[in-house]
C-alpha cells in the first residue's frame, strides 16, 4: 500500500505537491486519470482555500467486464426444400408462412405433401416386410402425431398395424391407400418451419427446389471472433440493442466451426469468426422487424458487492500507483488505492479508510 501521507499539502516549507497546469492525461478505459507532478520552488506559496470541485459518492456495487459485437435480428439461415416426388406442382405456400406438422408444405397433382418432424431423411420406401430401422420409429412417431396410431407404441417394426395406420393416413389426404411409404411422399425438418421464399412456380415440375425456409423464432446471429469463443456460453445470458432498445436474451448455440472473417468491405479480415445465436427473452421486444441490425453484449466477469468510483475520480502517484482525493466538508485528502475490473465508465477500488457513501473528487 503506498503511504500518501508525505502527499499532504503543508503550510510551510519548501517543497509541495499540486496538479500540475498542463495536465497529463492518461486513458485507462473509459475514463482518465490525473497525473500528480511534484515540483519545488524557492518561494513560499501563499495558502488558498481549495476551489469547488466536483464529486461522486463511492459506492458499493456491482461491476461487469463486457465485450460487444455487431449481429442480425433474422429467422436463421435459410434452408431449401427439395421436392422428390414425381409430377406437376399444383400449390404453393405462401411468403411468410407458417408451416407445422402434419398440414400440407406444397402440392403435386393436386395432391399435398405434408410435414413431418424428424432428423433422419426417409433413405428408402417403407412397406411390409422392410428391415427393422430407425426410420420407421420416425414414421409412426408422425403418423401418431397426426392422430393415425394403432400400432401400440412407436418402434423399429414395420407391422401389419403399421400399414394400416399408414393407409387411414393416406385416405384423409385423398392419396391412394397403398399401406407403404415413399420418399418423397414428404417433407421433413426438425421442427416448424417458416416460409423465406417461395422460388418454384405453379406447373413446373415437382422435382426440384420449391421453398426456401427458415425457422419461426427471431434470434439474433453474431459472427464472433473465433479467439473470443469464451465470451459465449451456451445458456448464458447477453444483452441485445436493437433499434435503441435494450433487452436481455440467452445464447443458445456457439458455433464449432470458423470460417474466414470480413471486415466492412467484404475483404477478409483476417480474424476467423464463429457464429453465436442469441434468442430474445421478450420476442416482442424486437417489434414487427422481419431483420435488423443489433449489436449483443457479452459479460465476460462479473464482481459483486465492490466499491467503485468514476474513472476520473483516480489521480495516478509518482511514486506509482493511485489514490483518490476524498472530500470531506471542503477538507480533503488522498487515500491510496488498489484497482480492479473498469466498467462502463466506473472502476473497482479497495483501500484503507475507503468507504462506501464517501465522496471523492473527480474529473468526470
Not at 471472433?225 to 456460453?233: E, N
Not at 431483420?291 to 465476460?300: D, L
Request: neutral net charge; proline residues 5%.
Amino acid at each position: 500500500m503506498t503511504d500518501v501521507t508525505h502527499l499532504r499539502p503543508r503550510r510551510r516549507g519548501r517543497t509541495r505537491w499540486f496538479v500540475a497546469a498542463a495536465v497529463l492525461v492518461v486513458v485507462l478505459g473509459t475514463g482518465s486519470v490525473v497525473i500528480l507532478t511534484r515540483v519545488s520552488s524557492a518561494t513560499p506559496v501563499q495558502e488558498a482555500a481549495p476551489p469547488p470541485v466536483e464529486t461522486a459518492e463511492v459506492a458499493r456495487t456491482d461491476l461487469s467486464e463486457e465485450e460487444e459485437a455487431d449481429g442480425t435480428l433474422g429467422y436463421g439461415d435459410e434452408s431449401a426444400v427439395q421436392g422428390r416426388r414425381p409430377g406437376t406442382v399444383t400449390s404453393l405456400p405462401e411468403a411468410g408462412a407458417t408451416l407445422t406438422r402434419c398440414k400440407p408444405v406444397y402440392g403435386v397433382d393436386a395432391k399435398p405433401v405434408p410435414l413431418f418432424y424428424g432428423t433422419l431423411p426417409f433413405y428408402r420406401d417403407l412397406a411390409t416386410g422392410v428391415d427393422d430401422g430407425a426410420d420407421v420409429k420416425q414414421l409412426e412417431e408422425n403418423l401418431k402425431a397426426c392422430g393415425f396410431g394403432g400400432f401400440g407404441t412407436p418402434d423399429k417394426k414395420f407391422t401389419a398395424a403399421t400399414a394400416a395406420a399408414l393407409k387411414k393416413w393416406q385416405k384423409s389426404l385423398g392419396l391412394e391407400q397403398t399401406g407403404s411409404f415413399g420418399q418423397g411422399d414428404v417433407v421433413l425438418a426438425a421442427g416448424e418451419l417458416r416460409v423465406s421464399a417461395v422460388t418454384a412456380k405453379l406447373g413446373s415440375p415437382a422435382q426440384g427446389e420449391i421453398v426456401k425456409t427458415t425457422g419461426t423464432v427471431r434470434s439474433v446471429q453474431v459472427k464472433l471472433d473465433a479467439a473470443k469463443q469464451d465470451l459465449a456460453q451456451s445458456g448464458a445470458k447477453a444483452s441485445v440493442t436493437i433499434n435503441g432498445r435494450t433487452t436481455p436474451g440467452t445464447i443458445t448455440d456457439v458455433g464449432r466451426s470458423a470460417v474466414e472473417g470480413k471486415d466492412a468491405t467484404g475483404q477478409n479480415d483476417g480474424k476467423p469468426k464463429i457464429t453465436v445465436t442469441v434468442r430474445l427473452d421478450d420476442p416482442a421486444a424486437a417489434g414487427s422487424l422481419d431483420s435488423a441490425p443489433a449489436t449483443v453484449r457479452f459479460t465476460k466477469d462479473v464482481h459483486r458487492g465492490v466499491l467503485a468510483v468514476p474513472v476520473g475520480a483516480l489521480l495516478a502517484l509518482a511514486e506509482g500507483g493511485y489514490a483518490v482525493e476524498v472530500d470531506e466538508n471542503g477538507k480533503r485528502r488522498l487515500i491510496a488505492v488498489h484497482t480492479g475490473l473498469f466498467s462502463g465508465g466506473k472502476v473497482e477500488v479497495t483501500g484503507d479508510g475507503l468507504a462506501a457513501g464517501m465522496r471523492v473528487v473527480t474529473t468526470s
